[in-house]
């Protein structure tokens, strides 16, 4: 009897702990399934914005035709943003209908990653400079960035060994790579798009420069979103 009255405590306790354990580990599995639901909702979402955008093509023909109708840019120069990739990205109405481009694909990122370069190339503030490499860093860089452009292994790596001692030429490479993506993988399309030759010809040619492209989603927003390029000022 007196053995019996000895372990009740301890059987208490253990009881006590198992019966614990039991509930912090149920609480760990449903934060884990609320995240997951999270996630899953959220491509459900960029889903269900993509297919609306197919199936309805002038959702944001107002929007577009103000693009082509309020160009202030005259023909010929328009004209010469389809001799070069160089051309076009050297102006800002240039660098803007492009962006509209990209936009209308999902990938407007590579864009914004490379005028972040171009600005962080001139900063002259030494004591500004580390600030900016981890705001680009972490926006465009890193893995899961809000705004991940599509690097190679190599290339993230070497911009990633850069950031222990920034520089003016951190992001080289990576900006080298994205600026040939965008040359010879959006640019061609560009060139061949309704965006582009409605303004070249100065009118209207129908609705499917609206339409979005299906392809691999990044972490953007995908509506109305202008480039905030003020937090590498």
Known sequence: MENLLLLSPHSNTTSRMRSLYKIVRSKNKEEEKAETNSRTQEKRNRLSLLQKSELHPDLNLDKFERLTKGSSEPPDVIKKWGESFYNLISQKAGVDTFTQF????????????????????KCKDASQLSLKAQA?????????????VNLDFNTKVCTSENMS???LNTFDAAQNKIYALMEQDSYPRFLKSDLYLDMVHGQPRGHS????????????????VQPDFAIWM
Do not use: G, V
């Open 102 to 121: 990209l936009r209308s694909e999902f990938s407007e990122e590579n864009i914004e990653f490379w005028m972040a370069c171009e600005d962080y190339k």
């Open 136 to 148: 680009i860093y972490e926006t465009f860089i890193e893995k899961e960035a809000p705004k991940e």
């Open 165 to 167: 001692h920034p520089t």
């Open 209 to 224: 420069a609206l339409r979005r492209r299906s392809r691999s989603f990044t972490f953007n927003e995908f509506k109305d």
